[in-house]
């Protein structure tokens, strides 16, 4: 059984920083494309970041680029999303989510794709 656990999420001023984890179970996380998205109060689920299994390529939502890395850490079978320079438009839940079937980095955003997903971690940036 797969389940996908966040963490780090909080409450943080304008400009500050967070780092979420997934800490993935009943899969190697290293062998799957990785993603994490988020969604906001009354808006759509949306994709903020992928991460392929080399942890090479990555693939961000152009809102974040610049602000945002994602990585991994093999050897705990967690996956990571440090924000930096936090905006309150970023104020959303958090999901990582786990995609079984390999597929280009251009169908990344799509959420359909993502077999497993997490519970979600908040994040909340004041102004």
């Known amino acids: 059984q797969v389940q996908l656990v966040e963490s780090g999420g909080g409450l943080v001023q304008t400009g500050g920083s967070l780092r979420l984890s997934c800490a993935a179970s009943?899969?190697?996380?290293?062998?799957?494309?990785m993603g994490w998205f988020r969604q906001a109060p009354g808006k759509e689920r949306e994709f903020v970041a992928g991460l392929d299994r080399s942890g090479v390529m990555t693939y961000y939502v152009d809102s974040v680029k610049g602000r945002f890395t994602v990585s991994r850490d093999n050897a705990k079978n967690t996956v990571y999303l440090q924000m930096n320079s936090l905006k309150p438009e970023d104020t959303a839940i958090y999901y990582c989510?786990?995609?079984?079937?390999?597929?280009?980095?251009?169908?990344?955003?799509?959420?359909?794709?993502?077999?497993?997903w997490g519970q979600g971690t908040q994040v909340t940036v004041s102004s």
């Open positions: 009943g899969r190697t996380a290293s062998r799957y494309v």
């Open positions: 989510a786990l995609c079984e079937t390999p597929t280009s980095f251009k169908n990344w955003r799509e959420g359909e794709r993502y077999a497993y």
